[in-house]
């Protein structure tokens, strides 16, 4: 893998990106505007200054980055396969990985981008309203856990999306398989909440208890990296021009 | 000269299906190859096989001097493709379309620019530039995908039925375009084409595939002399004679000519001889004069790559 022809995959990501949002289909810009609207405006003002210190923040970006990855993720190999563009990709001099990497970085660092502004946006709009002439900023593992989150949870969500979608006929079709995906990781606190003995429940939360609210964002953030990567390393594993071409 | 693309019994399974059958192929650097064959006969599969994009089942390929079982990405760096699609991105202008494979090639900026604007004027796309591909109209898709898949000056060319979808005008300029490439840049092209006029006007090499068995290999002309052949595998040709006064009697006296092998009359009138090897037909024609027949015109019949090409797929 070589970092000049990933930056080049991602350049053609990101390009084909800001012409569909500057261009033509304005669907993606409206559903922007509306999620940057709603999270770095409406809900800091709704819930006040205390938004800068909830954990809920760092959920409700990592979910931003999740809805806006949600389209470009599906797209990154069943959209080219679509358009039969897929294949003349393939027998360029790019390896396997520059390509695979280029892609998921190409739709990532957008959704990245757009995500903490939207945040950045929401502790400026708090400052506004609630700052009374004082510089209200989030408490450093506060930033930090949203910051993860902002990077990670929707790296999760990339690194599913991309297998999903090198072995999807269409967009249409890796995007549904991605909603599944995506449901069973928002239900799956619910889930093990209800299968999981209250015995274990009652010993993990005593045990997390006896931890700052930083060392546990710590420990989740180390447990989502490692999550990321093993499935980014399954997409590498599982890349096959042949099938690529031939799907 | 070395060869560009050497296989050595090249085969290539889909389950139970045998999609390339034990295929031996020498291509000379700078030729231009042409790849017949009709729809599923293998030629798309045996692009696939040479660019490294499927692995064979059974023999080898060398590609420029690489083993493409081993060193496809070499084969791939000093490749250019057009395959069955143009592969154009449509929501990129035609401009960002080579940009984006100047950059993946490894070209600088000012080179990449110099080389699209060499090519989109070439291909007459120049003032187009600027529109996103997906307005384009599918003859100017094509010609941007030709445009990039030489954009890096690639050793050899790729090309997957480049002429279909351009008008006649554009195709005869592409087929200019590709004499000129071999001619300046010592360019390999491997065409598949279904339009035999044009595989006899640009090859210096041809193949005919048929069920993923090659059926035939060499030039345009030897492969017509084969077709010239009699049936009893004698080479031979054919000569027409338009003439009057043609009775049976005269053709069965020509007929029974030791350098005839048959003769029959068309219902235009037509006298067509089939000469033995070397035969000449200032004899026959004679003995038409002498038996009263009036000769206007004695020519001889070169069969065409298509005669050649149906012949074989005939089987």
């Known amino acids: ?247 | 000269m070395s060869d560009a693309i050497r296989t050595r019994a090249l085969t290539r399974d889909f389950g139970p299906l045998r999609a390339v059958n034990e295929l031996e192929l020498s291509v000379p650097a700078g030729a231009i190859f042409g790849f017949l064959g009709p729809n599923g006969a293998g030629k798309t599969t045996t692009i696939r096989l040479l660019l490294g994009l499927l692995e064979p089942s059974a023999g080898s390929a060398e590609v420029l001097g690489h083993d493409v079982a081993t060193a496809a990405d070499r084969v791939r760096a000093a490749s250019g493709a057009l395959l069955e699609h143009p592969g154009i991105y449509e929501r990129l202008t035609a401009e960002r379309n080579l940009e984006y494979y100047g950059r993946i090639y490894g070209l600088g900026g000012a080179e990449i620019a110099a080389r699209s604007r060499e090519l989109l004027q070439r291909f007459g796309l120049w003032e187009q530039r600027a529109k996103r591909a997906g307005e384009f109209s599918r003859g100017m898709k094509q010609k941007l995908a030709i445009a990039r898949a030489m954009l890096h000056r690639p050793k050899l060319l790729f090309l997957d039925e480049p002429t279909s979808g351009l008008d006649p005008a554009s195709a005869a300029a592409l087929r200019d375009d590709l004499l000129a490439l071999v001619a300046q840049e010592e360019v390999t092209i491997f065409l598949t084409t279904h339009n035999l006029d044009e595989a006899e006007r640009v090859c210096a090499l041809v193949g005919v595939i048929r069920a993923g068995r090659l059926q035939a290999f060499g030039t345009p002309a030897a492969l017509r002399a084969q077709a010239g052949a009699g049936h009893d595998g004698r080479s031979g040709q054919t000569v027409e004679i338009v003439a009057t006064g043609v009775t049976e009697a005269l053709r069965a006296a020509a007929a029974a000519r030791p350098e005839v092998d048959s003769a029959s009359v068309r219902p235009d009138g037509v006298l067509e001889l089939a000469l033995v090897d070397g035969a000449r037909p200032a004899g026959i024609v004679a003995l038409l004069v002498a038996g009263g027949a009036e000769v206007d015109e004695v020519r001889r019949v070169t069969p065409s790559l298509e005669k050649v090409y149906l012949e074989l797929m005939e089987g």
Do not use: C
């Open chain 1, 1 to 247: 893998m070589r970092a000049g022809d990933v930056r080049t995959v991602m350049w053609k990501e990101m390009r084909e990106l800001v012409d569909t949002l500057t261009g033509g289909s304005r669907t993606q810009l409206i559903v922007l505007a509306f999620v940057g609207l709603f999270f770095g405006v409406v809900t800091p003002l709704r819930q006040g200054a205390a938004w800068l210190t909830s954990g809920t923040a760092a959920f409700s970006y990592a979910f931003i980055g999740m809805v806006l990855l949600m389209q470009p993720i599906a797209d990154v190999f069943a959209g080219e396969r679509e358009r039969h563009t897929l294949e003349t990709l393939l027998s360029t001099r790019l390896d396997d990985g520059s390509i695979l990497i280029g892609k998921l970085l190409g739709v990532l660092a957008p959704a990245w981008v757009a995500t903490a502004f939207i945040y950045l946006v929401a502790i400026v709009a708090t400052n506004v309203e609630f700052g009374d002439g004082h510089l209200l900023l989030p408490p450093l593992w506060s930033a930090g856990t949203t910051l993860a989150a902002i990077v990670l949870v929707p790296g999760l969500m990339a690194a599913i999306g991309v297998n999903t979608s090198m072995r999807a006929d269409t967009v249409r079709k890796a995007a549904q398989t991605l909603s599944l995906f995506v449901m069973a990781l928002v239900f799956a606190p619910l889930i093990a909440s209800r299968v999981v003995p209250h015995a274990w429940l009652t010993s993990l939360l005593s045990a997390l208890a006896g931890h700052t609210p930083a060392q546990v964002g710590l420990l989740v953030g180390a447990g989502l990296l490692v999550l990321d990567v093993a499935i980014v390393m399954v997409a590498l594993a599982r890349f096959r021009r042949g099938r690529l071409a031939l799907d």
